[in-house]
């Protein structure tokens, strides 16, 4: 097949008008001007006349476990209250509940032109239930705060499932909510199955001020669960992670919201690492200043994911991107483009074969209506369900996939 469309957008180089992309099977054969590519492949022309065509979008970060949450949990006077709050919805879900939270998930974030998702779930033994419509990243998120004891019991019994699945990660929660055990065992798997891991760290400010000055709401909450508290008092979130795990680029750090000056020393001198970052979420709790120019000046990759819908409106990654254009100067929308598409493949470790259009690239494809000015301008603006998109090699009617 070779579809054409009044632009091509490669993302890994520039817009081609009058382009067309050679599909053969589940990849891209080729990709270039029309006629260029009709003079060496064959097959059915596909022509989606005045629109862009670019890779499928890719979020780096997901709970949808907690689709059903939407508009559940209004605003908290702090992150902990934020935490009580969804624990106490959590209390209330049944098991078929979070499966169709997750198929409801997966459908909305198709009507989106998301074709890829980092999907973090606390229930990998729910995973055979569901019937994923894209290409996702099951990443076990486990939690061992009130059972430290059975860390080894928790990684395997998540390992045990996740393993059923194409591809997947592990998700200890975060330095507050797993142990030190959890944490390493992680990392040991990571190294023997060659698999990402993924983490919540330097969320908020209450998380600052538990591990560096022992104290706030999120101190008093976790010391009255039984957690011990030795860690605490001493470093900032991330001084303390990075004294203690292995940094390295099988990590996809999400947020890393709250960072101070020693923080900064110690990342130009640590092994480099992926960044999720989720704009409207991070808005939602009213974060720090997410340090991105800064973070990018250090040589760290960063993607952009939408979080979960108990901290969110909808699974759009494109009013991610334009959240992220509208607080940021120095981002323009072809930057936040490559942080939702090759910026998040390269976090997966599918740098050449997602989130681009090249030749051996998986056909991962959407299309939107052309429209006068700025070809990236017009993308990041784009609202709604797109019209068109390919996973896989396969067309997709998003419409009917939210069916």
């Known amino acids: 097949m070779i579809i054409r469309a009044r632009t091509v957008v490669p993302v890994d180089g520039e817009p081609i008008d ?20 009709r003079k060496t492949q064959s097959g059915e022309v596909l022509d989606l006349g005045e629109q862009i065509v670019l890779p499928g ?23 902990t209250d934020w935490i009580r709050a969804i624990n106490a919805e959590k209390a209330n879900l049944t098991e078929q509940d979070y ?23 606390a229930f990998p033994n729910l995973i055979p239930s569901i019937n994923a419509p894209v290409r996702v990243w099951w990443f076990g998120e486990l939690i061992d705060v009130r059972n430290p004891t059975e860390a080894d019991r928790i990684v395997e019994d998540a390992i045990g499932c996740l393993k059923t699945t194409e591809h997947w990660g ?17 990392e040991d798997v990571a190294r023997k199955e060659g ?18 000055d022992a104290s706030g709401p999120s101190f008093d909450f976790l010391k009255g669960l039984g957690r011990p508290m030795d860690d605490c008092g001493h ?29 900064f020393d110690l990342l130009r001198r640590s092994p480099k690492f992926h960044v999720a970052h989720c704009p409207r979420s991070h808005s939602y709790f009213g974060h720090a200043s997410f340090a991105l120019e800064r973070l990018r000046e250090l040589g760290l990759n960063i993607c952009l994911g939408t979080d979960s819908l108990a901290s969110n409106s909808d699974l759009s990654l494109f009013a991610e991107m334009r959240e992220l254009v509208g607080k940021n100067r120095s981002v323009s929308p072809r930057d936040a483009l490559e942080m939702a598409t090759v910026n998040g493949a390269k976090a997966l470790g599918e ?12 056909a991962d494809l959407i299309a939107l209506p052309s429209s006068a000015g700025d070809v990236f301008e017009s993308i990041v603006g784009f609202e709604g369900t797109v019209p068109w998109m390919m996973v896989n090699g396969n067309v997709v009617a998003p419409t009917e996939a939210s069916s």
């Open 170 to 186: 592990l998700a200890p929660h975060a330095p507050f909510t797993a142990s030190p055990r959890l944490y390493a065992r992680c």
């Open 351 to 362: 740098r050449e074969r997602l989130g681009c259009i090249r030749a051996g690239a998986f």
């Open 57 to 79: 979008l890719i979020n780096a970060h997901c709970h949808l476990d907690y689709t059903v949450l939407r508009g559940k949990i209004p605003a908290q006077n702090s992150f």
């Open 195 to 212: 698999i990402p891991l993924t983490t919540h760290l330097a969320e908020s400010h209450a998380e600052m001020e538990m591990f560096r």
């Open 99 to 121: 499966v169709y939270s997750i198929r409801a998930g997966f459908a909305e974030a198709i009507r989106f032109g998301t074709t890829t998702i980092a999907n973090l779930t």
């Open 18 to 37: 009058n382009g067309a992309i050679a599909v053969a099977g589940n990849k891209i054969a080729a990709v270039g001007t029309f006629d260029s590519v």
């Open 235 to 263: 470093e900032s979130p991330f001084a303390l992670f990075s004294r203690t795990r292995s940094l390295n680029e099988g990590w996809i750090i999400a947020h890393l919201n709250e960072l101070d000056a020693g923080d």
